[in-house]
């Protein structure tokens, strides 16, 4: 699928040659103790995870077509807007992560926006000409309604007029 990494089976530990120090100079330890070869190794080691961890140039494609295609499919049918949230444009998701959508739909009531967006997805799923495959459309009633379905093998949920999701993500993006 493209979302996975292969991982080196080399240890990649941040003592590579040294012996590990004691267990209590690590939980607790005084930075200006800590040496500049200790600091360059961890750093290292981060950068090392952080590739390990992070989405591929082929799951970030997969993920934006999805997006761009729900996006697409809701407004000219629905006339609303939806806006990822979430680990997606953060790009913090992992492999078998969903995609977090919010439909904003005006002055349209919440139940209407998400029967009207299950039922177009509803008709999506059984287009057999359908640009990508839609499948297992849900509408969960709860205290947040979602629309819960797979595009292309990938969850997606949308939620409705959700701002709060929008204004963590504008958040985390300035820090």
């Known amino acids: 699928m493209g979302d996975l990494r292969a991982c080196s089976p080399e240890p990649r530990g941040l003592f590579i040659d040294d012996r590990l120090p004691p267990l209590q100079s690590l939980s607790n330890p005084n930075p200006p103790t800590i040496g500049a070869l200790q600091w360059q190794r ?4 981060v950068q090392e995870i952080i590739r390990e961890v992070q989405p591929t140039e082929v799951s970030e494609e997969r993920r934006k077509v999805v997006v761009d295609y729900v996006q697409r499919l809701i407004k000219l049918r629905v006339g609303c807007e939806i806006f990822p949230f979430g680990s997606v444009p953060l790009k913090t998701y992992l492999p078998d992560g969903d995609i977090d959508l919010t439909a904003f739909g005006g002055q349209a009531v919440e139940d209407t926006l998400a029967y009207e967006v299950y039922s177009v997805l509803e008709v999506e799923d ?5 640009e990508f495959v839609v499948k297992d459309v849900q509408l969960i009633h709860a205290e947040v309604k979602l629309v819960k379905c797979l595009v292309q093998n990938i969850v997606v949920d949308i939620s409705f007029n959700q701002l709060g999701g929008l204004c963590t993500l504008c958040f985390l993006e300035q820090l």
Do not use: M
């Open 42 to 45: 961890a750093e290292q080691t």
């Open 126 to 130: 059984q287009n057999r000409d359908a």
